[in-house]
């Protein structure tokens, strides 16, 4: 079993930054991949960005250049750092994890990954 924690969330205005901070139960030479994802309400969750155990990461179009996902393994954490923060990234982040080091079109799916965090609320607003 893999609990994680996510913590970092919070409230920003347009063009600021956070850092959200995931940390797992479990050794990360046990986890294949994480992944950060992002949820509104009415929306499915979308994957946001990825990192496997070798460090290969994937992101979505809108976050890139904008976003940076990075993983550290003594620590057993994975982090997401958020610049340049637009509104539409305003959701619930979750981080995910799976045993497996994915593929790359597997990252996408929500049911790749078969532990998540609780979520913690990311607000851009002016």
């Known amino acids: 079993q893999v609990h994680l924690v996510e913590f970092g969330g919070g409230s920003v205005q347009p063009g600021g930054s956070l850092r959200l901070s995931c940390t797992a139960s479990?050794?990360?030479?046990?986890?294949?991949?994480i992944g950060w994802f992002r949820q509104t309400p009415g929306k499915r969750r979308e994957l946001v960005a990825g990192?496997?155990?070798?460090?290969?990461?994937v992101y979505i179009d809108p976050v890139k250049g904008r976003f940076t996902i990075s993983r550290d393994n003594a620590k057993n954490s994975v982090y997401l750092q958020m610049d340049d923060l637009k509104p539409e990234d305003t959701a619930v982040y979750y981080c995910?994890?799976?045993?497996?080091?994915?593929?790359?079109?597997?990252?996408?799916?929500?049911?790749?990954?078969?532990?998540w965090g609780q979520g913690t609320q990311v607000t851009v607003s002016s």
């Open positions: 479990a050794s990360h030479s046990d986890i294949g991949t």
């Open positions: 995910a994890a799976s045993l497996s080091s994915l593929s790359a079109s597997y990252y996408y799916s929500e049911v790749s990954y078969a532990y």
């Open positions: 990192i496997d155990r070798r460090g290969v990461t």
